[in-house]
């Protein structure tokens, strides 16, 4: 992926956000402004008024901006009376942008806005493919009548258990604002776990939040590019990316290689975003026991400690597909 023409297609895309906001904005003053001259006749005695202050400045009188403030404020007023009294209840005709932050120029000062992470998140997502993905497996077409309803574990059936875990992702995303998610699946392979993970990425995103997906394996293989600097510019980009996002998914933990050095720099990242209390959310193909021996003992202490832990059972679902 070349990183300037995804910036290049981004930009392009405010571009046209911010025009259309602008001209629906304008119209729809030419609009009221034909229904009520006096709108116009305020507009050009305000200007009238900015350049009798600038003279009168120039000419040292120090009681013009006073005056000229009092006339302004009377007259904005009046023209904001007549609008909301022609069915705009802010009394204001101003473009409405996508993003009130930045006003769809995806820059506030020299910094990139959130709303830019997120686009970019976006057309990484398209880029991947996992846009078309999301079409298809989110909580709307999950199918919970392909899990056993025969009780398989301490009990419980595969249905029982798939259907309490849905209910807790859903109620961790009504409660996304104001608490993390920190989610850890695990469990053996075809058991739904990457799919559930796309239904919450789905509806986070549907809800406007940041999710940045990454499989293990582009993980830590970042990471290890990142070491020894053989990192490109997407990977460089992804990575800036990792801490700030608002949930970030890491799918099939256990099939990457691991290795001491990629390990620290994974405890780094789930410690960075626990402390920052942003949402990560992780599947992996091992068992809990496992996950000291492939990586630390304190990577097993963060997701025993920090994350709710649900283990996916039953048999292999794609085995009946």
């Given at each position: 992926m070349d990183i300037s023409k995804v910036y290049s297609e981004i930009f392009d895309d405010y571009q046209r956000d911010r025009k259309f906001a602008e001209e629906k904005a304008?119209?729809?003053?030419?609009?009221l402004y034909s229904k009520n001259t006096r709108l116009g006749e305020i507009d050009a005695e305000i200007s009238r008024l900015s350049s009798e202050l600038f003279r009168a400045s120039m000419r040292g009188d120090k009681s013009a901006p006073e005056i000229f403030r009092e006339k302004s404020n009377k007259l904005c007023e009046e023209r904001q009376n007549i609008l909301i009294g022609m069915g705009i209840a802010s009394g204001r005709i101003?473009?409405?942008?996508?993003?009130?932050?930045?006003?769809?120029?995806?820059?506030?000062?020299?910094?990139?806005?959130?709303?830019?992470?997120?686009?970019?998140?976006?057309?990484?997502?398209?880029?991947?493919?996992?846009?078309?993905?999301?079409?298809?497996?989110?909580?709307?077409?999950?199918?919970?009548?392909?899990?056993?309803?025969?009780?398989?574990?301490?009990?419980?059936?595969?249905?029982?258990?798939?259907?309490?875990?849905?209910?807790?992702?859903h109620s961790a995303i009504e409660n996304f604002k104001s608490k993390p998610m920190n989610m850890f699946f695990y469990g053996s392979s075809g058991l739904g776990k990457s799919y559930m993970c796309n239904c919450i990425a789905k509806e986070l995103m549907d809800r406007g939040y940041f999710v940045l997906y990454m499989s293990a394996y582009t993980l830590f293989q970042l990471l290890t590019d990142l070491r020894f600097n053989n990192a490109s510019g997407e990977e460089k980009e992804k990575s800036s990316l990792i801490n700030g996002c608002d949930l970030l998914i890491i799918?099939?933990?256990?099939?990457?290689?691991?290795?001491?050095?990629?390990?620290?720099?994974?405890?780094?990242?789930?410690?960075?975003?626990?402390?920052?209390?942003?949402?990560?959310?992780?599947?992996?193909?091992?068992?809990?026991?496992?996950?000291?021996?492939?990586?630390?003992?304190?990577?097993?202490?963060?997701?025993?400690?920090?994350?709710?832990?649900?283990?996916?059972?039953?048999?292999?679902?794609?085995?009946?597909q």
């Open positions: 304008e119209n729809l003053k030419n609009k101003e473009p409405e942008y996508k993003c009130g932050l930045c006003h769809d120029t995806g820059m506030i000062d020299t910094q990139r806005c959130s709303c830019f992470n997120k686009r970019l998140a976006e057309k990484y997502y398209q880029l991947s493919n996992l846009g078309n993905i999301l079409k298809r497996e989110n909580f709307e077409n999950f199918n919970y009548d392909i899990f056993s309803k025969e009780p398989f574990k301490s009990g419980v059936s595969p249905y029982d258990n798939i259907k309490h875990i849905a209910d807790e992702a799918d099939d933990l256990g099939t990457e290689g691991a290795n001491s050095a990629t390990n620290v720099e994974f405890f780094d990242i789930l410690n960075i975003r626990l402390r920052t209390e942003k949402s990560t959310l992780i599947s992996a193909n091992l068992n809990i026991s496992d996950i000291g021996t492939v990586y630390s003992e304190r990577i097993l202490s963060r997701i025993l400690g920090c994350f709710n832990v649900y283990e996916f059972i039953g048999k292999d679902l794609r085995i009946f």
